[in-house]
């Protein structure tokens, strides 16, 4: 959110400035033995953190968003992603134009796959113990992205150099290093940051009116299918934003939706101001992890957090008994 | 209808209703894997009907057998549903094949070693996440995902526990006088066949013997109704933990046998995400909560995948079979293969009841 209020590079470096300053007077620097980057490389991970977080605060907003009202576990909302990665791909390599332009299509497209797979696949065993509508969700998930896979091949992809938000290779946080991206460049995480949260927090607002409703008129099939529109939707804009910021494959999905689960679980089942609560944290871990720790470890850090939220608070860092 | 085939439906649903029904195809089947390996080369006018399925492929069939069995014990017979069998199989496979290449210890040792690390780690994740019993199916898929996750980037990131790269096979003169059973090694297939054959039929023999046993009806009843079996005195949580740890124990022989089988092991092909859906799809496809399912499950779905892997170049191809074939058999199906005789059986007679009808 930091991100959002600082308007130029000037004042991003002065908060940069201002929070290593804090670091070294808690001696948390020595302490830990770290070597500090300069402020401005500082204040970059401080935004791209803020940036991921948003991102796992959508996509952790989905997954509890249609479980709260639908009682669905889907497996298939990273799958769902990688479509909408791939989907804003081809639509600004057809077009060249920028890719934020690809967002809308992805987002529409996203919402005809969430009415298909809800009506061949949910829909009829709505009523069928919930370990089914998991498996179900399983196999769209296979499907969705071996079909990916034999469309585009597995290796990393990333968007043409013809559309300028990414013309400088960001990060590639899959293999923990951070590169140096230009100001430019940053401007333009800045902006995916925004929208990304502007739109989450539009969307958030929908459901909850909704879901209020059915709990007093009762769940019916209509309203059901609205919500996976909706949480399709939700993944779709969270895939159709992370090809702005890095490069990606189809493997790519499961990794955004294990972490995910995990920040249902941490922010609390059902909380939405959780959900982003969650992502924030996973995405301050990971950010900060992959430039410190080195290698994959900062997701053992992660999944570390997770096990002490068991532990301490199960039901989740804002969630309450429902 | 013909009188034979109405005669044979009913002698068969009379057979479904003794006692020593399951133990007798199940020990049918046994015996029918124990023939496999001959009947592949069995030539009918000189075409071998089997002969598409080669030894490695049955192998690697009833790895797969195996850890669904395994699966089946905590997930089918209590329904608490896990998603994080790899962590169990993945620690057989790494405590076997660290102590036998690092310590020279006989992998014997190792497996049982991996077998106990693995029900530690399960009662560990049961502590967890059965306590609070929040929002049950959630809460455990996201835990015992998040646990078998955890363990894949450990071992990728310590370089002591092989890192990416995982470890090499070591070779049978290293630790032993040779390949042979003491080695866990063979220089043929087929002896790693009736090697895996005898896991097989160990678990199958535990399953059985759990889903005969009071303690079989304590974990259907807590599959049924938790509350109810809580308040008629069955102590759930226990059981439960219980359900988690033999079914722990076992994954990880599979686990063992495939680190001594394969030349090598990496995070990626025993902790990944697929191995997940390895162990628990054949119990799913065969029928979740039945002895016979995982075995029968396995033999649908492993050879059509490796098929089709084999045959056809494209990537990811396999993995859309399994999709199709999961999605089929839980919206048209959901009870699994094995349940498809009774309903056959059920069929034919509501239809010789029909006719007998019209005839009066």
């Known amino acids: ?322 | 209808m013909s009188n034979a085939l109405s005669r044979a439906v009913e002698r068969y649903g009379a057979f479904r209703d003794e006692w020593y029904a399951l133990p007798a195809l199940v020990a049918a089947s046994l015996i029918l894997l124990a023939a496999m390996p001959f009947l592949r080369q069995l030539a009918l006018f000189g075409y071998a009907p089997l002969g598409w399925l080669s030894l490695n492929m049955l192998i690697i069939t009833l790895i797969w057998a195996t850890t669904a069995q395994a699966w089946n014990i905590m997930s089918g017979y209590t329904g608490q549903f896990s998603f994080g069998h790899a962590a169990f199989f993945g620690l057989g496979a790494y405590a076997t094949i660290i102590l036998t290449g690092t310590f020279g210890i006989s992998p014997w040792i190792g497996m049982l070693l991996g077998s106990v690390l693995a029900g530690i780690y399960g009662l560990l994740i049961g502590a967890l996440t059965f306590r609070y019993d929040l929002e049950g199916h959630y809460f455990a898929l996201a835990a015992t995902l998040a646990f078998a996750e955890l363990l894949r980037y450990v071992f990728t990131n310590v370089p002591q526990l092989g890192g990416a790269s995982g470890f090499f096979r070591p070779l049978a003169r290293e630790y032993a006088d040779g390949p042979g059973l003491a080695a866990f090694q063979f220089t043929g297939d087929l002896p790693y066949y009736y090697l895996i054959l005898g896991f097989l039929t160990v678990v199958t023999v535990v399953s059985l013997a759990i889903n005969r046993s009071q303690l079989g009806y304590y974990l259907f009843a807590i599959r049924e109704r938790e509350q109810a079996a809580a308040a008629i005195g069955v102590p759930t949580y226990r059981y439960k933990l219980l359900a988690v740890a033999v079914s722990a124990f076992f994954t990880a022989w599979p686990g063992a046998f495939w680190a001594m089988y394969f030349n090598t092991i990496r995070p990626t092909t025993v902790f990944d995400l697929l191995v997940n859906i390895e162990i628990l799809l054949p119990a799913i496809v065969g029928g979740i909560g039945t002895v016979l399912g995982p075995i029968v499950g396995s033999f649908i779905v492993i050879p059509v995948s490796e098929f089709v892997r084999q045959s056809f170049s494209v990537p990811g191809l396999n993995n859309a079979v399994y999709g199709v074939i999961l999605i089929a058999i839980v919206l048209y199906s959901p009870k699994g293969v094995v349940s498809w005789p009774s309903r056959f059986v059920e069929l034919l007679r509501a239809r010789t009841d029909l006719l007998d009808d019209d005839a009066a």
Do not use: W
């Open chain 1, 1 to 322: 959110m930091l991100s959002s209020f600082l308007p130029d590079a000037c004042c991003r470096e002065a908060a940069g400035v201002a929070f290593v300053g804090a670091f070294d007077a808690l001696g948390i620097q020595t302490a830990l033995g770290l070597s500090l980057p300069s402020p401005t490389i500082f204040a970059q991970y401080f935004v791209f953190a803020v940036l991921l977080g948003g991102i796992y605060g959508l996509i952790a907003l989905g997954l509890t968003m249609i479980f709260g009202v639908m009682d669905v576990i889907n497996f298939a909302h990273g799958a769902l992603m990688v479509v909408a990665m791939y989907a804003v791909l081809v639509f600004s390599d057809a077009t060249g134009l920028s890719p934020f332009f690809a967002i809308p299509f992805a987002v529409l497209l996203l919402f005809v796959f969430g009415v298909v797979i809800y009506r061949s696949t949910i829909a009829p065993i709505i009523d069928a113990p919930q370990e089914n509508q998991l498996i179900v969700t399983f196999g769209v998930l296979l499907i969705l992205i071996s079909g990916v896979e034999i469309a585009f091949g597995s290796d990393p992809r990333q968007l043409g150099s013809t559309s300028a938000p990414s013309k400088s290779p960001a990060c590639s946080f899959r293999r923990g290093s951070c590169t140096r991206s230009s100001s430019r460049s940053s401007r333009c995480l800045e902006r995916g940051c925004s929208s990304s949260e502007q739109c989450s927090v539009a969307r958030s607002a929908g459901p909850r009116t909704t879901a209020t409703a059915r709990s007093t008129s009762g769940s019916t099939s209509p309203d059901r299918r609205a919500h996976l529109r909706d949480r399709c939707r939700a993944g779709g804009l969270a895939g159709a934003v992370i090809p702005l910021f890095q490069s990606f494959t189809p493997a790519l999905g499961d990794q955004y939706l294990i972490n995910a689960f995990v920040v249902v679980v941490l922010g609390g089942l059902g909380s939405f101001p959780g959900a982003f609560v969650g992502g924030l944290i996973i995405g301050f871990i990971q950010v900060f992890g992959s430039a410190y720790l080195g290698g994959s470890t900062y997701q053992i850090v992660i999944f570390m957090a997770f096990i002490l939220v068991l532990l301490v608070k199960p039901e989740g860092l804002l969630g309450g008994r429902r």
